[in-house]
Structure formats: structure tokens, C-alpha cells
């Protein structure tokens, strides 16, 4: 393939272009941020389950509460009628008497025993309750932290997004000058090659592969004529030389 110089020349810097946004890609799968959201949207997601269950558990001893109290409130008022009844007089016979005593004592040993279970849950309560709150402030805490992480990675993508916009100018104004089955090759060599489809001949080696040219190879190279688009033997990129390559 034949090209002028200039245009051979002007391959390096649309490689140098070309490496440059590949570079800023790599930066932007790469930033640091992605892992920290990752880690914190784990966080987040596990709080968050955490907080469901403890919130469940916080419903089920309130219920457990209302309940026990219900149960409480009735020998209350079943023990102030009996307690009404033997105030009133009304009730006559010993017999009768010593029951309605039994059951007043009774009740009031039930009451107790339930108030006592009042007492127990509204302790468990209030551990459900503290569980809940500080989960809570955690789970808002991880809330922030994805969301910095988040608007740190924005950030990053807004600055890395502009340059590239501004480098991809550049490449059109380089591109658009050299010759189309020049441009193929390189393009094609620069898919095959790692990114780097077009490398300069410099102090005798290839600047793509860093192979050092024999004496030989280096007056084979010398011997091309300019407009003829060398390769580089050893990984077949375009070499490219320039006043500084010395042949
Ligand atoms: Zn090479």
C-alpha cells in the first residue's frame, strides 16, 4: 500500500488520539466509585431487609401488648364487680360469700401474673422499638453514602464524558485528511493489535512492539520508498517513519 508521508505521519497522531480515548474509557469503567456503590447498594438492600424484619417484629409485640393488656382489663373489671357485689351486701349466704372471696383473691393473683406479662413484653418492646430506630438511622446513613458514592461517579463520568467529546473533535479533523483504505488498515490493525494499529519507527526499534531492528532490516526499511506504508515485521503494525527515525 502506498501513502504520502504526511499522511503516514499523521497516523501517530490519530493513534495518539485513539489512545487517548481508550485510556478515558478504561478510566470510566474503572473509577473506584463503581465498587463503592456496589458495596454500598449491598449495604443498602440488606438494611433495608433488616429493617422490614425488625419493623414486622416491632407490629407483632405491639399486638402481643394490646392483647396481654385486654386480658388485663378483664379480671380488672371482673374483680371490681365482684368486689361491688360484696361492698353491696347482696350476697347472703356464708357459702356464697367465702366463694365470691375465693374468686376476688383469685383474680387478683391472675391480675398480677398478667400484668407481669404486660410488663415482659413492653420490655421487648421497647428493644424491638430501639432495634428498629437504629437500623433506621443506619439504613438512612447507607442511603447517603450510595448517594455520594453516586454523584461522585456522575461527577467523574461529566468530566471524562467532556474530554472525550473534545478529543473525538480532534480525531474528526485528523480523520477526515487521511486516506480511506489508509484509515481501514490502521483501523484494522488497531483491532488485532491491542488498540495500537500504527506505531514509529524510533532509535531502530518498533515503537508498537519494542523489537529492535538488525542493521540488516533497518536498511531494508531504509530502502522503501517514502510513500510505501512499511510493517513492522515482527507484529505487523504500520511503521510509520519520521525525521526522528533515523533511515
Ligand atoms: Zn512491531
Partial sequence: MNAAPADQIRL???????SRLDQLAHRRRSLPEHAEIEKANADHTAL????????????DTTRELTKAEQDVDQVRTRAARNQQRLDSGAVGSPRDLENLQHEIGSLAKRQSDLEDVVLEIMERMESSQTRVTELTARLDHSTVVLKEAEQRRDAAFAEIDAEVEKVKRDRETVAVVIPADL?????????????VGAARLYQRRCEGCRVEFSTADLAAIKREPKDEVVRCENCSRILVRTADSGV
Avoid at 12 to 18: E, P, S
Avoid at 48 to 59: N, P, R
Fill in 183 to 195: 484509515l481501514k488498515l490502521y483501523t484494522r490493525l488497531r483491532e488485532q493489535q491491542g488498540g
Fill in 12 to 18: 501517530l497522531d490519530l493513534q495518539a488520539i485513539d
Fill in 48 to 59: 433495608k431487609d433488616l429493617v422490614v424484619a425488625a419493623q414486622a417484629q416491632l407490629g
